[in-house]
Protein backbone atom coordinates (compact mmCIF):
# COMPACT_ATOMS: atom_id res chain seq x y z
CA UNK A 1 0.00 0.00 0.00
CA UNK A 2 1.27 3.45 -1.23
CA UNK A 3 1.75 6.31 2.28
CA UNK A 4 -1.23 8.21 0.26
CA UNK A 5 -3.24 5.64 0.26
CA UNK A 6 -2.23 4.30 3.81
CA UNK A 7 -3.23 7.77 5.01
CA UNK A 8 -6.59 7.20 3.12
CA UNK A 9 -6.88 3.95 4.75
CA UNK A 10 -6.50 4.96 8.00
CA UNK A 11 -8.85 7.97 7.82
CA UNK A 12 -11.60 5.86 6.78
CA UNK A 13 -11.03 3.44 9.71
CA UNK A 14 -11.23 6.40 11.84
CA UNK A 15 -14.60 7.76 10.17
CA UNK A 16 -15.65 4.09 10.51
CA UNK A 17 -15.14 3.21 14.03
CA UNK A 18 -16.80 7.01 14.94
CA UNK A 19 -14.36 8.31 16.15
CA UNK A 20 -14.90 12.10 16.73
CA UNK A 21 -12.51 14.64 17.10
CA UNK A 22 -14.51 17.44 19.09
CA UNK A 23 -13.90 14.90 21.99
CA UNK A 24 -11.77 16.21 24.62
CA UNK A 25 -8.64 13.87 25.65
CA UNK A 26 -8.81 13.74 29.39
CA UNK A 27 -6.27 13.01 32.25
CA UNK A 28 -3.10 13.38 30.10
CA UNK A 29 -0.05 13.28 31.60
CA UNK A 30 4.01 13.83 30.78
CA UNK A 31 7.08 14.80 32.36
CA UNK A 32 7.54 18.34 33.50
CA UNK A 33 8.96 20.19 30.49
CA UNK A 34 11.52 22.04 32.80
CA UNK A 35 12.21 21.44 36.25
CA UNK A 36 11.78 23.92 39.11
CA UNK A 37 15.19 25.50 39.75
CA UNK A 38 16.86 24.42 35.94
CA UNK A 39 17.27 28.04 33.78
CA UNK A 40 16.03 28.06 30.28
CA UNK A 41 18.43 29.53 27.85
CA UNK A 42 17.41 33.03 27.07
CA UNK A 43 18.54 35.56 24.18
CA UNK A 44 18.26 38.71 26.43
CA UNK A 45 22.63 39.33 26.61
CA UNK A 46 22.52 38.09 30.46
CA UNK A 47 24.83 35.06 31.48
CA UNK A 48 22.85 32.14 33.08
CA UNK A 49 24.63 32.69 36.24
CA UNK A 50 23.14 36.03 36.74
CA UNK A 51 19.58 35.61 35.41
CA UNK A 52 19.57 32.39 37.96
CA UNK A 53 20.42 34.88 40.74
CA UNK A 54 17.81 37.02 40.16
CA UNK A 55 15.26 34.95 39.51
CA UNK A 56 15.89 33.37 42.86
CA UNK A 57 15.60 36.41 44.62
CA UNK A 58 12.51 37.17 42.47
CA UNK A 59 10.62 34.16 43.81
CA UNK A 60 11.11 35.01 47.13
CA UNK A 61 10.13 38.81 46.40
CA UNK A 62 7.34 36.93 44.63
CA UNK A 63 6.02 34.42 47.76
CA UNK A 64 6.32 37.50 49.94
CA UNK A 65 4.29 39.64 47.77
CA UNK A 66 1.49 37.03 46.93
CA UNK A 67 1.49 36.76 51.37
CA UNK A 68 1.01 40.54 51.59
CA UNK A 69 -1.53 40.91 48.43
CA UNK A 70 -3.67 37.38 50.29
CA UNK A 71 -3.32 39.76 53.65
CA UNK A 72 -4.52 42.78 52.18
CA UNK A 73 -7.89 40.68 51.25
CA UNK A 74 -8.40 38.88 54.64
CA UNK A 75 -8.24 42.63 56.26
CA UNK A 76 -10.34 43.88 53.47
CA UNK A 77 -13.11 41.11 54.58
CA UNK A 78 -12.51 40.96 58.14
CA UNK A 79 -12.23 44.64 59.31
CA UNK A 80 -14.57 46.14 61.25
CA UNK A 81 -15.34 49.19 63.67
CA UNK A 82 -15.81 53.17 62.83
CA UNK A 83 -13.19 53.18 60.19
CA UNK A 84 -15.02 50.08 58.55
CA UNK A 85 -15.56 51.24 55.39
CA UNK A 86 -12.23 53.70 54.50
CA UNK A 87 -10.25 50.61 55.09
CA UNK A 88 -12.33 48.06 53.61
CA UNK A 89 -12.09 49.95 50.58
CA UNK A 90 -8.47 50.82 50.56
CA UNK A 91 -7.43 47.72 51.70
CA UNK A 92 -8.70 46.16 48.84
CA UNK A 93 -6.94 48.72 46.60
CA UNK A 94 -3.53 47.72 47.86
CA UNK A 95 -4.83 44.52 47.21
CA UNK A 96 -5.41 45.29 43.44
CA UNK A 97 -1.71 46.92 43.58
CA UNK A 98 0.04 44.05 45.00
CA UNK A 99 -1.71 42.09 42.63
CA UNK A 100 -0.55 43.96 39.30
CA UNK A 101 3.25 43.69 41.28
CA UNK A 102 3.12 39.64 41.79
CA UNK A 103 2.23 39.81 38.11
CA UNK A 104 4.91 41.94 37.07
CA UNK A 105 7.50 39.74 39.21
CA UNK A 106 6.20 36.24 37.84
CA UNK A 107 6.35 37.08 34.32
CA UNK A 108 9.81 38.41 35.03
CA UNK A 109 10.47 35.08 36.11
CA UNK A 110 9.78 33.51 33.67
CA UNK A 111 11.37 35.58 30.77
CA UNK A 112 14.79 35.61 32.58
CA UNK A 113 14.23 31.38 32.03
CA UNK A 114 13.31 30.47 35.23
CA UNK A 115 9.68 29.38 36.96
CA UNK A 116 8.03 31.49 38.56
CA UNK A 117 6.34 29.99 41.51
CA UNK A 118 2.45 29.76 42.18
CA UNK A 119 0.99 27.30 44.01
CA UNK A 120 -0.52 28.71 47.80
CA UNK A 121 1.84 25.42 49.37
CA UNK A 122 4.43 26.75 47.48
CA UNK A 123 3.78 30.52 48.62
CA UNK A 124 3.49 29.12 52.42
CA UNK A 125 6.59 27.09 52.40
CA UNK A 126 8.56 30.05 51.24
CA UNK A 127 7.14 33.27 52.68
CA UNK A 128 9.20 34.57 55.35
CA UNK A 129 6.60 36.92 56.46
CA UNK A 130 4.96 35.13 59.69
CA UNK A 131 1.49 33.83 59.46
CA UNK A 132 -1.44 35.70 61.01
CA UNK A 133 -4.27 33.63 62.45
CA UNK A 134 -7.23 32.42 60.94
CA UNK A 135 -9.54 34.95 63.28
CA UNK A 136 -10.53 38.38 63.59
CA UNK A 137 -8.50 40.75 64.79
CA UNK A 138 -8.99 44.52 65.68
CA UNK A 139 -7.78 47.22 63.06
CA UNK A 140 -4.41 48.28 64.67
CA UNK A 141 -3.35 44.73 65.19
CA UNK A 142 -4.17 44.03 61.75
CA UNK A 143 -2.46 47.24 60.48
CA UNK A 144 0.53 46.32 62.30
CA UNK A 145 0.58 43.25 60.47
CA UNK A 146 0.51 44.70 56.90
CA UNK A 147 3.10 47.40 58.09
CA UNK A 148 5.33 44.30 59.46
CA UNK A 149 5.14 42.43 55.96
CA UNK A 150 5.41 45.57 54.08
CA UNK A 151 8.62 46.24 55.77
CA UNK A 152 9.70 42.57 55.37
CA UNK A 153 9.39 42.66 51.60
CA UNK A 154 11.31 46.45 51.50
CA UNK A 155 14.13 45.60 53.23
CA UNK A 156 14.68 42.44 50.98
CA UNK A 157 14.12 44.42 47.76
CA UNK A 158 16.36 47.03 48.61
CA UNK A 159 18.99 44.14 48.99
CA UNK A 160 18.33 42.64 45.90
CA UNK A 161 17.57 45.76 43.76
CA UNK A 162 21.78 45.94 44.41
CA UNK A 163 22.35 42.87 43.62
CA UNK A 164 20.72 42.92 40.03
CA UNK A 165 22.32 46.52 39.79
CA UNK A 166 25.45 45.04 40.16
CA UNK A 167 25.08 41.93 38.12
CA UNK A 168 24.37 44.11 35.20
CA UNK A 169 20.39 43.16 35.70
CA UNK A 170 19.31 46.57 34.61
CA UNK A 171 15.28 45.20 34.07
CA UNK A 172 15.02 43.79 37.88
CA UNK A 173 16.49 46.51 39.35
CA UNK A 174 13.96 48.69 37.40
CA UNK A 175 10.99 46.08 38.48
CA UNK A 176 12.29 46.32 41.84
CA UNK A 177 13.00 49.90 42.66
CA UNK A 178 10.15 51.05 39.97
CA UNK A 179 7.60 48.89 41.28
CA UNK A 180 8.05 46.87 44.28
CA UNK A 181 9.84 49.83 46.40
CA UNK A 182 7.62 52.42 45.23
CA UNK A 183 4.41 50.51 45.50
CA UNK A 184 5.47 49.50 49.03
CA UNK A 185 6.16 52.89 50.20
CA UNK A 186 3.42 54.60 49.12
CA UNK A 187 0.90 51.82 50.37
CA UNK A 188 2.91 52.12 54.01
CA UNK A 189 2.24 55.69 53.94
CA UNK A 190 -1.45 55.34 53.36
CA UNK A 191 -1.57 52.28 56.04
CA UNK A 192 0.31 53.94 58.63
CA UNK A 193 -1.15 57.18 58.73
CA UNK A 194 -4.14 55.04 60.05
CA UNK A 195 -2.20 54.20 63.68
CA UNK A 196 -1.13 57.76 64.48
CA UNK A 197 -3.00 58.82 67.98
CA UNK A 198 -4.87 61.71 67.46
CA UNK A 199 -8.16 62.83 68.66
CA UNK A 200 -11.40 62.66 66.47
CA UNK A 201 -13.55 65.58 67.88
CA UNK A 202 -11.96 67.60 70.75
CA UNK A 203 -8.12 68.94 69.98
CA UNK A 204 -5.65 67.61 72.63
CA UNK A 205 -4.33 71.06 73.88
CA UNK A 206 -7.40 72.89 73.60
FE1 LIG B 1 -14.67 42.88 48.25
Not at 9 to 29: C, N, V, Y
Amino acid sequence: MSPKNHRSHAKSEQLEAGSDRATPILHQKAREIQPYGKITRMPIALDENVRAESVGNLNQILADTMTLRDMYKKHHWQVSGHTFYQLHLLFDKHHGEQDELVDEIAERIQLLGGISLAMAADIAETTIIPRPPRGREEVPVQISRLLEAHEFILKEARTMAKQADEAGDDGTNDLLVSDVIRTNELQVWFVAEHVVDVPVVRAANA
